[in-house]
Each structure stands twice: as C-alpha cells, then as structure tokens.
C-alpha cells in the first residue's frame, strides 16, 4: 500500500511540470496529502498540502505563486501543478498521506511518515 508518483522530468528552466501521485491499495479520502521533496545529500522538504475537502491549502514559501496542489478523490489521486520552474526546483518529489479531518494550516513534517513511494525526478536546467 503506497503512492505512486509520476509526471517528473528534464525541464528547463522556467517551464512546467505537472506531477501525479496515485495510491495504490487505499483511497486518499478524508487524508490530508501533501507534497515534499528531497535533493540528494539533504533533508526531504514540504512543498505543499491540501485537506480532505481540499479548501485548506498551505505551501512552502520557496513555491508559492508557482506551485497549484490539487485533488481527486474519485482517481484517488493528487497532483501538483508547478510553474516557472528553477533550477533549485532540481529534485525527487513525493507524496504522502494522514487520515484527519484537522484542517492543518502549518505545513505537514516528512517525519510524520515512515514510508514513501518511488517519487520521481524533476530536473530543471538553466
């Protein structure tokens, strides 16, 4: 039982990507998802989350105004939507989810899960 991300690639920079992530053995109903990413050699990093009813959106201040996290829960799936793409935006993202009906409006920690997907490679050249 895991996500399943997709959408990643080689970019340049100020292009776009649109990133998937599809459970795989559970639904993402009443789960708050959110997006993260790690650069090799450093700590994973929040990027974005969404609530269960998807109107309680947070991001991390180093994509707001570029990033769009969506939902649907028909598809049990969550995407991120990223614009104007820099070179610093060069990493594996990942998603994850928790069951909650809190309407968290600080952004998730990655320490809260033990498990994660494949993620997958976004690059972006200058």
């Known amino acids: 039982v895991q996500m399943v991300e997709s959408g990643g690639g080689l970019v340049q920079a100020g292009g776009s990507l649109r990133l998937s992530c599809a459970a795989s053995?559970?639904?993402?109903?009443?789960?708050?998802m959110a997006w993260f990413r790690q650069v090799l050699g450093k700590e994973r990093e929040f990027v974005a989350q969404?609530?269960?009813?998807?109107?309680?959106?947070v991001y991390a201040d180093y994509v707001k105004g570029r990033a769009t996290i969506s939902r649907d829960d028909d598809k049990d799936t969550v995407y991120l939507q990223m614009n104007s793409l820099k070179p610093e935006d060069t990493a594996v993202y990942y998603c994850?989810?928790?069951?909650?009906?809190?309407?968290?409006?600080?952004?998730?920690?990655?320490?809260?899960?033990?498990?994660w997907g494949p993620g997958t490679q976004v690059t972006v050249s200058s």
């Open positions: 969404i609530n269960w009813s998807g109107d309680v959106i």
């Open positions: 053995g559970r639904s993402i109903s009443m789960n708050t």
């Open positions: 994850e989810g928790m069951r909650t009906y809190n309407d968290y409006t600080t952004p998730l920690s990655p320490r809260l899960f033990s498990s």
